[in-house]
C-alpha cells in the first residue's frame, strides 16, 4: 500500500534525476528530427511526394513539440508551464494535419504526380527503427514524474513510428506498383493520427484534475 504510494509520488531527488532524463531524451529527439526534416522536405520536393513532405513537416512539429518540453523542464518549477507546453504541441498537430491533407488533396485531383524516392524509403525505414524507443523512454519518465506534457510530446514521438511505417508503405507501394495514388493516401493517414493526437493534447490541457491523473499513473483522492 504505501510501497505503491512511494512507487508513484518521486521523491525530489529523483524528480531531478527524472527531469534530467526528459531534458536528455527532448535534447536527442531534436537533434534527430532536424536532420530528419531537412531530409524528407527536399527528398519531398524534388519527388513532388506530400507524403514525403507531410513527414518532413511532422519532423518539424516533433522539434517545436521537444522544445516546448524542453521550455518548461528549465524551469525551476516545470508543472507552471505545463498548460503552454500542451497547447504547443496541440496547436502544431493541427497546423500540421491542415498543410498535409491540402497537399495530399491537390496530389489525388491531379495536380502533381509522386515520383520515386530511395532516399525517402531509406529515412522511413531509419525513423522506424529509431522512434519506438526515445518514445518509450520519454513516455516511461513522463509517467512516473507526473508529467501529462511530457507524455504528450512521447506520444508525438510514437505518432512519428506511425507515419514512418505509413510513409514506407506508400514509397514502397508507388516505386514497387507506380501507384502514386498511394503516396497520398499515406499523407492523409499522417494527417487523420495528427488530429487524433493533436486532440488528445489539447483535451489534457483543458482538464481541471491533477497531472497525475492526467497520465493514469495515481487514481484520485476522494477523501478530505
Not at 496541440?90 to 498535409?100: N, R, T
Not at 491537390?106 to 519506438?132: F, K, T, Y
Not at 493533436?198 to 491523473?213: H, I, R
Request: with cysteine.
Amino acid at each position: 500500500m504505501t510501497a505503491a504510494n512511494t512507487a508513484t509520488v518521486p521523491n525530489p531527488a529523483r524528480r531531478l534525476v527524472l527531469q534530467r532524463r526528459i531534458r536528455l531524451v527532448v535534447a536527442i529527439t531534436i537533434g534527430y528530427n532536424v536532420i530528419e526534416a531537412a531530409i524528407a522536405l527536399a527528398a519531398g520536393t524534388v519527388a513532388s511526394s506530400a507524403a514525403l513532405v507531410g513527414f518532413g513537416l511532422d519532423s518539424v512539429v516533433e522539434v517545436l513539440s521537444a522544445a516546448a518540453i524542453a521550455w518548461q523542464f528549465a524551469a525551476p518549477d516545470p508543472e507552471t508551464r505545463e498548460r503552454t507546453a500542451l497547447r504547443v504541441i496541440a496547436v502544431s498537430f493541427f497546423a500540421l494535419a491542415a498543410y498535409v491533407s491540402v497537399d495530399a488533396a491537390l496530389s489525388l485531383l491531379g495536380a502533381r504526380a509522386a515520383e520515386h524516392s530511395p532516399v525517402g524509403i531509406v529515412l522511413a525505414a531509419v525513423s522506424l527503427a529509431i522512434m519506438p524507443v526515445l518514445s518509450w523512454f520519454e513516455r516511461r519518465t513522463g509517467r512516473e514524474l507526473g508529467s501529462a506534457s511530457a507524455v504528450a510530446d512521447s506520444k508525438q514521438t510514437l505518432l512519428c513510428s506511425y507515419l514512418s511505417a505509413a510513409l514506407l508503405a506508400g514509397l514502397l507501394l508507388n516505386s514497387l506498383l507506380g501507384w502514386a495514388w498511394a503516396d497520398s493516401i499515406a499523407a492523409l493517414v499522417i494527417a487523420a493520427f495528427a488530429v487524433k493526437e493533436g486532440l488528445e493534447a489539447w483535451k489534457g490541457d483543458a482538464c481541471t484534475v491533477p497531472v497525475s491523473e492526467l497520465t493514469g499513473e495515481r487514481a484520485p483522492e476522494t477523501g478530505h
